[in-house]
């Protein structure tokens, strides 16, 4: 009975492990929302009233579930330190939703013809329908998610998603904090003292919570006296939004909308059950066991109850709960912030906190998770497959310029079209840049895991993989020559989008058969193949 009331008692390690935990999530909310609204004029009401709601929700519902988990856990082994495993919304394949799905549909919407709201209603069921397919996914995956980890090469898993958090979720947030350095360079610096190198802030307050009062204090107290110049934006009146994310089957009519975006969403679900499997063996490390298959089922349903409740992105279990539980968090932390941002969505509190902070307080955090996800891609990989894992990193950096010259404001329209069917010596090169970013988590994916055969020595199997690369080039899996990312028959291209899609898949199809000749002969293993 002790051990289940200590549980149940609020305290300071769950005081530090709330603060942590909301501000991340927080910090996300923050992203999509200025993404949305900032970079894609997405109107406000949409988001706040009818996307962060059910969003929200899915965090409610998983936390809950997780602190439930901790609990029997505790009265089963008759302890008190059993730390709840810590869920929340994730960051890469969020921002990925935003920059990636929800802002270019909305805009491909209104170029058809649709006016504003009209498209910011198909955009936002758009959204709930890749959270309802990617909620499906990862169920299905839960039961075979070891199985999966054991046939796609880490350096494949991980310096994919790696990549995201670098050039997606670490530079687009950099950029932000410095077009208000002097707020963001600061609260930047507390995150990697005290995250990063480990030192200690006054009375042990956490590094998270410091750089928001800091950021917070530097922009409202210097913003006003104009030292921030156009970086500051005075705050609005406070709103009243009240929103039930009430089950609906909008998802149903964004299903058709989701086909063009499944070569982002299957990775996207695929990497998270992966990571589940992968958070989970470090909390069991910590000391506390819980069931695989419970913790990615719970993710899973998280992901699903948020997407017909109008979410728009996937739930997971965030990697540190060992660092949660070297805080002294037990499992009230998670139910506390599952209430506080799960109600925050319904009384509209989250959207006013979000539309408070600028994202040069908040994206610290982020900058801090994409150094922490590239760096455990390195750590976590065998040494000799790190050029896997750099080589991973090349079709997400494409992704990145063709999203920058995408935006109308940096190239025009008409002058983008002209760019992808430049005649030159080669591919015209937005073209290259284009169908090298389209499908880049699974182009990582394929790329790092034949760098790692070749250092194996595996040499057919890598050929096999180069294989499977021509295959899903042809249909624009990967490599599609459409702007929007969208996957289509081959043999329905013409003009110079043939001529790209053609010459992509022969290359593959070329060095598959060069790597299938190397394999013949008896001294075909490299020396990088033995082990360093």
Known sequence: MTSTIATRRFNSGDVNGFLGLVVDNLSILAFIAGALIGIFQFPAEIVFQRMFPGTAFGVLVGNAIYTWMARRLARREGREDVTAMPLGLDAPTSIGMALLVLGPAFVSYKQAGLDEHAAAIATWQLGMASLVVMGVLKFVLSFFGAAVQRHVPRAGLLGSIAGIALVLMGFLPLVEILRVPVVGLAGLGIVLYALVARGRLPFGLPGVLVAVLVGALLYFGLGPTGA????YQPPGAWQWRFALPWPNLGFLDGLPLAVPYLPLLLPFGLLMVVGGINVNESARAAGDDYPTRDILLTEAFSTLVAGVCGGV?????????????????????????????GLGGVFG??????????????????????????????????QRYAAAVVFSFFPPIARLLAIKLGDPNVVAPDRFGTLMTQAGHGLPELAVLVALGNGFIITSMIWASFVVALIDARLRHAAAIVLLGAALSAFGIIHSVEPSGGIYLPW??????????WQFTAAYVVLAVLIGALSLRRDAAPKSAEPR
């Open 228 to 231: 921030l110049g156009s970086g």
């Open 349 to 382: 509190y989250v959207s006013n906190l979000v539309e408070l902070l600028p994202l040069a307080i908040l994206a610290p955090i982020l900058v801090f998770v994409a150094i922490s996800i590239t760096t455990q891609a390195f750590e976590a990989t065998p």
């Open 492 to 501: 329905t291209l013409g003009g110079s989008a043939a001529d790209v899609a």
């Open 313 to 341: 992105a996937q739930t997971t279990p965030y990697i540190g709960q060992p660092a949660y539980k070297a805080m002294g968090a037990r499992s009230a932390y998670t139910l506390a912030t599952g209430l506080f941002i």
